[in-house]
Nanobody, 119 residues
Framework: QVQLVESGGGSVQAGGSLSLSCAAS????????MAWYYEGPGKQREKVAA???????EYADSVKGRFTISRDNAVNTVYLQMDSLKPEDTGVYFC?????????????WGQGTQVTVSS
């Protein structure tokens, strides 16, 4: 069973920055993608950033130019650098990973970390 453990959430004023970390219990080389999802108050969970096994990244339009996803394979950790934070970024951020081999799909979630941005 894969464990994903997030850290780095907290409270910050609008315009500030936070950095989230997601430590995996096994080599992240094995994942097809790792991503960060965001769940705002009363909103559905949505993907904000992803990094794929080949190194490609993708971002939701709402965070492009403000958030950066990266990874360090040596320590099995994925990061989300969040800059120019806005109050609407407030919510719980979840780390996600998935693997795929022919006939088998598996996905994994962290427990989430709270981010609060005050105006």
């Amino acid at each position: 069973q894969v464990q994903l453990v997030e850290s780095g959430g907290g409270s910050v004023q609008a315009g500030g920055s936070l950095s989230l970390s997601c430590a995996a219990s096994r080599s992240i080389d094995s994942f097809r993608q790792m991503a960060w999802y965001y769940e705002g108050p009363g909103k559905q969970r949505e993907k904000v950033a992803a990094i794929f096994s080949g190194g490609n990244t993708e971002y939701a339009d709402s965070v492009k130019g403000r958030f950066t996803i990266s990874r360090d394979n040596a320590v099995n950790t994925v990061y989300l650098q969040m800059d120019s934070l806005k109050p609407e970024d407030t919510g719980v951020y979840f780390c996600y990973a998935d693997t795929w081999t022919p006939g088998t799909w598996s996905d994994y979630w962290g427990q989430g970390t709270q981010v609060t941005v005050s105006s």
